[in-house]
């Protein structure tokens, strides 16, 4: 059984959403055991990383950024990456703003900066628009286009589970790409 830790920061429950969606997408993937902690959880004991075969980062953005408690997360692993501990393990990072773009690009680059960092396997996300096949832009799976990551968008005011049918669509997509991903990678290890 591969170990996948969905590590999550979530400020008004919208990330935590789309973490929930990764996961449901994650665990229809036979073999694999996926787990939802919160980053500011696991900053505290980071060692508990090592017992993982893959991670899902997620994180709002934030000012073009991951947020403070994400970050405060990924400074908490430096012991880590100096014992190259998390080497060989897969990551994949997913992100939510309240705008069409948000800068969210910047944000996952920042996850995939941290994981090359410790020599981690890059996850993208291959899932094509939809919306060029004709499915409607708000039902369209990846319909914001990211190819490096995960990407959502919900209002800022709204409530914590108020995204369109193709985020949440492709939330669970998502998931399941990375956990097919992940026993790949477990059989040729």
């Known amino acids: 059984m591969s170990k996948l830790a969905?590590?999550?920061?979530?400020?008004?429950?919208?990330?935590e959403h789309i973490a929930r969606l990764v996961r449901i997408g994650a665990m229809d993937i036979g073999g694999v055991d996926?787990?939802?902690?919160?980053?500011?959880?696991?900053?505290?004991?980071?060692?508990e990383?090592?017992?993982?075969?893959?991670f899902v980062f997620g994180s709002p953005t934030y000012l073009g950024g991951v947020s403070g408690p994400f970050k405060?997360?990924?400074?908490?692993?430096g012991r880590l990456w100096r014992t190259q501990q998390l080497k060989g393990k897969l990551a994949a990072g997913f992100t939510v703003s309240s705008l069409p773009s948000g800068d969210k690009q910047s944000t996952l680059l920042s996850m995939f900066?941290?994981?090359m960092q410790h020599g981690m396997l890059w996850v993208g996300n291959p899932i094509l628009p939809e919306q060029h096949s004709g499915v409607p832009y708000d039902e369209a799976a990846n319909r914001l286009?990211?190819?490096?990551?995960?990407m959502a968008q919900a209002g800022h005011a709204a409530p914590a589970d108020s995204f369109v049918p193709g985020d949440v669509k492709t939330a669970r997509m998502f998931g399941r790409h990375v956990?097919?991903?992940?026993?790949?990678?477990?059989?040729?290890?």
Not at 39 to 46: Q, R, S, Y
Not at 179 to 189: E, G, K, N, P, Q
Request: glycine share 10%.
């Open 6 to 15: 969905i590590i999550y920061h979530s400020a008004h429950g919208h990330t």
């Open 34 to 47: 996926a787990r939802l902690i919160k980053a500011e959880d696991i900053a505290l004991t980071p060692d």
């Open 49 to 54: 990383l090592i017992g993982y075969d893959g």
């Open 72 to 77: 405060g997360f990924m400074d908490s692993t």
């Open 113 to 115: 900066v941290f994981s």
């Open 145 to 150: 286009g990211s190819w490096s990551g995960l």
């Open 179 to 189: 956990a097919h991903s992940l026993t790949r990678v477990a059989v040729a290890a």
